[in-house]
């Protein structure tokens, strides 16, 4: 186990006093909120003004590109980069200091070093995962591919390098399988973290292979998946075998991470190094399994997610064709049904891991794309729900992000 000088577990609450004079200061300063969407065909940038009561669609970008996830720096509130994909061109990292009014393509896109003669070379399929680094390294960014890589760039995104003490690492190797294990397109190095507090502190989602962990920039890793469990016949202790579909910190709390799993929804406190099910409180007809899952940006108790249906063959989409959201507000104690607005009888929806968000306002509205082309958002976190675009590709990432308006 990594020994890490923590913070309490315990969540506290801000005052009430205190929380209204934050709402009174956001609401002081001119932001305007965009939503980025990442589809099948191409990428589109939803421009909201501050009440999100008005939305401008800004796209496609990339018409044609397999899109897997564009990402605003919060760092400069500016800069976007975009993870793409053609058919004939391959993988690529796009960048736009404008906020998509121009694009220009990485120079070195995420890529492995020519195998050796008579070795079996790795070639990245696709760009899967984007994270700006820290905010002390403001140029820093990470990206997860498939099959699994971690990479970084310290230039803005122009360059990129693996990062071998992960991608070379015999262990890791062997539990990250090829192009053909895992997932129906592949296994993906995912929910890339970086501590808040702690520019060296990483942590790495591996769909298989687990949640693992890195206190040295990536140069060592250490597994932490200890209670997780594995689909029934497997051996745990094999970590290939686990799959994490999606891990959150709380940034109200670093010590706080949230899982939903293949196997169920978990929540760990450090430096305990064990996850517990919470997700056995939810609803049996329901489940808790699922793909995406936020959690609130000023409460570490609260968290949501959109369980899937993870029976017999796993149809992946809403149970009986009655979609909802399902909100925790104790840490996973209880769970409530979300819906209103939703549809209440054949809405066979999928939302993939990277396809739901939370946008950083008080209180946060809640987004989520459906892989039929629809986005879907909340602005009373969870209770009402409306759509605000239709018709567009398989959704398959969604970020949301508050932009200062400049005068």
């Not at 760092?75 to 975009?82: I, N, Q, S």
């Not at 567009?392 to 969604?398: D, G, Q, R």
Request: hydrophobic fraction near 35%.
């Amino acid at each position: 186990m990594v020994t890490r000088k923590t913070s309490p577990a315990k969540t506290k609450r801000a005052p009430r006093a205190r929380s209204a004079t934050r709402s009174r200061a956001a609401r002081a300063q001119p932001s305007r909120i965009v939503v980025l969407v990442a589809t099948r065909k191409g990428a589109w940038l939803i421009h909201g003004d501050a009440a999100r009561t008005t939305w401008r669609l800004d796209g496609p970008h990339f018409l044609g590109h397999i899109v897997s996830h564009v990402v605003l720096d919060p760092r400069d509130g500016r800069t976007l980069l975009a993870a793409a994909k053609t058919g004939h061109l391959g993988p690529t990292i796009f960048r736009s200091t404008d906020l998509g009014a121009s694009w220009q393509e990485a120079a070195r896109p995420p890529a492995y070093a020519k195998a050796p003669a008579g070795e079996e070379g790795r070639a990245v399929d696709h760009t899967f995962w984007l994270t700006p680094g820290h905010a002390s390294e403001p140029q820093v960014w990470y990206a997860g591919t498939s099959p699994q890589g971690l990479f970084r760039s310290e230039d803005g995104g122009a360059t990129w390098l693996p990062i071998n003490g992960l991608n070379d690492d015999p262990r890791y190797r062997k539990w990250m399988g090829t192009r053909q294990d895992g997932t129906p397109d592949g296994p993906k190095m995912h929910s890339i973290i970086v501590d808040p507090r702690d520019p060296a502190h990483l942590y790495v989602g591996m769909s298989g292979g687990g949640v693992h962990e890195s206190v040295d920039r990536g140069q060592t890793w250490e597994p932490l998946v200890k209670g997780m469990e594995v689909v029934e016949g497997f051996d745990a202790a094999n970590l290939a075998f686990h799959d994490p579909h999606c891990v959150r910190l709380c940034p109200s709390n670093p010590d706080r991470l949230y899982q939903q799993n293949h196997c169920g929804l978990y929540r760990i406190d450090r430096p305990s190094d064990q996850w517990v099910r919470i997700g056995r409180n939810m609803p049996q007809k329901i489940g808790d399994i699922g793909f995406p899952l936020v959690v609130h940006p000023r409460d570490a108790d609260t968290a949501w997610v959109f369980p899937m249906d993870g029976t017999t063959v796993w149809p992946r989409t809403s149970p009986d064709g009655i979609p909802a959201v399902y909100v925790t507000r104790n840490g996973g104690s209880t769970w409530q049904r979300l819906a209103s607005g939703m549809p209440q009888r054949q809405a066979w929806w999928t939302v993939k891991r990277q396809a739901m968000a939370l946008d950083p306002g008080d209180p946060p509205c809640l987004y989520f794309g459906t892989t039929s082309g629809e986005l879907w958002m909340s602005r009373d976190g969870g209770r009402r729900w409306s759509s605000i675009a239709s018709h567009l590709p398989e959704i398959y990432a969604v970020e949301a992000a508050q932009v200062a308006v400049r005068r």
